[in-house]
């Protein structure tokens, strides 16, 4: 059963119903072993951190950062903020120098907490120009601290001057006068053009959020969660404290890169995660199969087709298959799909929430055929994560979004813009009264940016409005769509649609390079460098020829008529993608002018 408790007293609510029931599972930074937390040494550390932010002179409504991984440590920052009514601003790992500068002034940051050694030195690097930041206070005990900052202590240390609880008395007059209209996040949108916009998230939003869901996902005290998305991404935020408030262990991922392997050692029941993980899972298995024999090959494809029919035709439609199928689906699935799922660490699957982009329908249909709940939805950051989402047990449609959740009212504008108002939505960005205005229509509806339509109550996203290409034919180009459907192959890594004003689409893509050289030496392909491969006529031959297969559907002006393969990966570095790994087309654009503009010559 939930709690929906303000999250100023939520974790310690929590542990007085569960106590020394495990938690937090979680790896120390760098560390090999899985450790865990009870509820109730969760909800010791969490007081901690509160009394510790007092003894640092935190107001209530301050903003504090914090600049990590994901840790046990960022979730006691979090709830020992809001525990004291002050406001916690997330920056992606990732962040670079520039843009935690541009947060730390923009929210007039006085203590930062930061994650391991990259965080540490860009916070160190930029504190000089950050004239409110008074003190760094850093997770990993294993960092290095500049000998001249005098501004940088290890958060163990912090701690350490709170045992004792000294200021329990005053945080809990705070928590007693805690509001639902007190700031809980203002998260910064990576954004893929211009500045980022700081979200205001409430603490009311946040408890409509967890009730509306609380409806829809079943998620209980008996899953085991584990954290993949960072904390940061408003998607794994709000789903892991949805599943705080069920009761749910959750197993914290630190190194994203690190997911499979934690996937098979820890065996989570359910997990958020964004499309381009299935995609990955999809393109592995494919890989298996056509490197199989041709009997295995034909019957996994069978099994597959079985298990289409079975959940797609008739579970998805609400029907009940016909005894034949389920008696052939269920033999299936506790031999060949328990196989897979057992690969992958998910033997004990339960459902996995997916969204953040467009699901490629033959993924989709794929992870349902081998007995995987994947329920795709919709969301934003201003909308605190979920508008919509299938429900496990409810009909639903390959290609939808969902239903929207209770609470929100959705509207379809004359020019096919999604349009949302609830609870859940925000009240506007920080310090920027002016992109709040234009965000809103005049009887308070948020645009979205996307354009979509409803149909037997589920929602269907189109695509972004600012994303849609004109060619200079006067067609309308969704580059995101095509997109998803070329990143299935198991070639490719990236791509970026190129077709606005243009005579017609074109692409640049990254290739899986460690495949694409295991093809190339098969086919006797000499090379020395990535560059000998792009050039290759037989490997764009080869590439041509899988795109073409890919695109049959898509009409002949949306088909991709020339691409260029890229030696390197498009990266955050160079401005090209966003903290959310989302492409900022405008930056490829001008990156990749010269490489572009060849393909358009006579």
């Known amino acids: 059963m939930q709690n929906n408790s303000h999250l100023a007293v939520l974790i310690h609510e929590q542990a007085k119903q569960y106590g020394d029931r495990e938690v937090l599972i979680y790896k120390d ?6 450790k865990s937390y009870s509820w109730n040494e969760f909800s010791t550390k969490v007081k901690q951190v509160s009394n510790a932010l007092l003894n640092l002179g935190v107001k209530v409504q301050e903003n504090i ?34 843009q ?15 994650g391991e050694q990259e965080q540490y030195d860009k916070a160190h690097r930029v504190q000089a120009t950050c004239h409110t930041l008074e003190r760094i206070i850093v997770f990993d005990r294993g960092v290095r601290l500049n ?60 408890h409509a959020a967890m009730e509306a869901n609380n409806k829809c996902v079943p998620v209980g005290e008996n899953d085991r969660v584990l954290n993949f998305l960072p904390f940061t991404h408003i998607f794994e935020k709000g789903w892991k404290i949805l599943c705080l408030s069920e009761g749910a262990r959750l197993i914290i991922n630190t190194y994203p890169q690190q997911v499979q392997q934690a996937m098979k050692e820890t065996h989570p029941t359910c997990m958020s995660s964004v499309p381009r993980f299935w995609e990955k899972v999809y393109m592995g298995v494919q890989e298996k199969i056509e490197t199989s024999g041709a009997v295995q090959r034909k019957l996994f494809e ?34 060949i799909f328990s196989l897979v799922r057992k690969e992958l660490g998910l033997e004990n699957a339960h459902f996995f929430p997916t969204a953040g982009a467009t699901v490629n329908p033959k993924v989709e249909e794929f992870v349902h055929s ?22 496990l047990g409810d009909p639903w449609t390959v290609g939808s979004v969902g239903i929207p959740i209770e609470g929100i009212s959705i509207r379809i504008s004359d020019d096919g813009e999604v349009l949302l108002k609830g609870p859940t939505i925000t009240r506007g960005y920080y310090n920027r009264d002016d992109l709040t205005k234009a965000a809103f229509t005049d009887d308070g509806y948020f645009r979205t940016g996307d354009s979509g339509y409803l149909e037997g109550g589920e929602l269907f996203l189109k695509e972004r409005i600012k994303d849609l290409y004109k060619t200079s034919n006067g067609k309308y180009i969704a580059p995101q769509m095509i ?28 290739p899986v390079y460690p495949l694409l050289e295991e093809y190339a030496r098969e086919h006797g392909i000499r090379f020395e460098s990535r560059e000998d491969l792009c050039h290759n006529q037989q490997i764009y031959a080869m590439m041509k020829e899988r795109i073409d297969t890919l695109q049959q559907q898509l009409a002949h002006y949306e088909q991709i008529k020339c ?19 989302k492409i900022k087309r405008r930056v490829l654009n001008e990156n990749y002018r010269k490489e572009i503009d060849k393909m358009y010559e006579e």
């Open 100 to 114: 935690i500068q541009f947060m730390l002034n923009d929210a007039k940051i006085r203590i930062l907490f930061v």
């Open 563 to 581: 691409f260029t393969l890229l030696p390197h990966a498009f990266s955050m570095e160079r401005g090209e993608l966003t903290n959310t790994l």
């Open 147 to 206: 000998e001249e900052d005098k501004m940088a202590m290890y958060f163990d240390d912090l701690l350490q001057q709170a045992e004792g609880l000294p200021r329990q008395s005053e945080v809990e007059t705070l928590q007693a006068q805690a509001s639902m209209d007190d700031i809980a996040n203002i998260l910064y949108t990576s954004g893929t053009t211009g500045d980022s916009k700081g979200v205001i998230l409430t603490c009311g939003q946040y």
């Open 302 to 335: 069978h099994a597959i087709e079985v298990g289409r029919r079975h959940n797609i035709d008739y579970l998805s439609k609400g029907k009940k298959p016909p005894m034949g199928l389920h008696l052939e689906y269920e033999m299936l699935n506790k031999t």
């Open 370 to 391: 081998i007995g995987i709940n994947m329920v795709v939805g919709y969301g934003l950051t201003e909308s605190l994560a979920t508008v919509s989402c299938n429900h």
């Open 483 to 510: 997109e998803s459907k070329i990143l299935v192959d198991k070639y490719v890594d990236q791509i970026a649609i190129i077709a606005d004003q243009r005579k017609f689409v074109s692409a640049l893509i990254i």
């Open 65 to 98: 950062g914090v600049f990590s991984q994901n840790s046990a440590q960022y979730l006691f920052c979090d709830f020992g903020a809001w525990g004291i009514r002050a406001v916690t601003i997330p920056f992606y790992a990732t962040s670079s120098e520039q």
């Open 29 to 34: 930074f760098g560390g090999t072993e899985w």
